[in-house]
């Protein structure tokens, strides 16, 4: 069974750091991409940052580039966001997704297996 497991969320002061974990398991995800997505209050779930699954290419949000870098470690089967500079309108319940293929892309409906999500909340 197929299980992403979140960690790393919380409270933080503007301009603060935060580093968000997701542990895989149930089988090997180092072929596929791996990506984070945020959902606010109201809002739809919007594309955070993304790598892929070869070549070890990321790509960003245009709202968080330069502040957000995605990484991952094929051998913890986990991939990390390390955010750092957060702002109130960072605040949304993160979740990792895993792709259904190597390449990924900024669509949710191109990852199919997601995680329950972990709550930031980014304080003015």
């Known amino acids: 069974q197929v299980q992403l497991v979140e960690s790393g969320g919380g409270l933080v002061q503007a301009g603060g750091s935060l580093r968000l974990s997701c542990a895989a398991s149930?089988?090997?995800?180092?072929?596929?991409?791996m990506a984070w997505f945020r959902q606010a209050p109201g809002k739809e779930r919007e594309f955070v940052a993304r790598f892929t699954g070869n070549y070890d290419r990321t790509y960003y949000a245009d709202s968080v580039k330069g502040r957000f870098t995605i990484s991952r470690d094929n051998f913890k089967n986990t991939v990390y966001l390390q955010m750092t500079s957060l702002k109130p309108e960072d605040t949304a319940v993160y979740y990792c997704?895993?792709?259904?293929?190597?390449?990924?892309?900024?669509?949710?409906?191109?990852?199919?297996?997601w995680g329950q999500g972990t709550q930031v909340t980014v304080s003015s």
């Open positions: 997704a895993v792709g259904r293929d190597w390449y990924g892309s900024q669509s949710s409906a191109e990852y199919h297996y």
């Open positions: 149930g089988r090997t995800f180092s072929s596929y991409a």
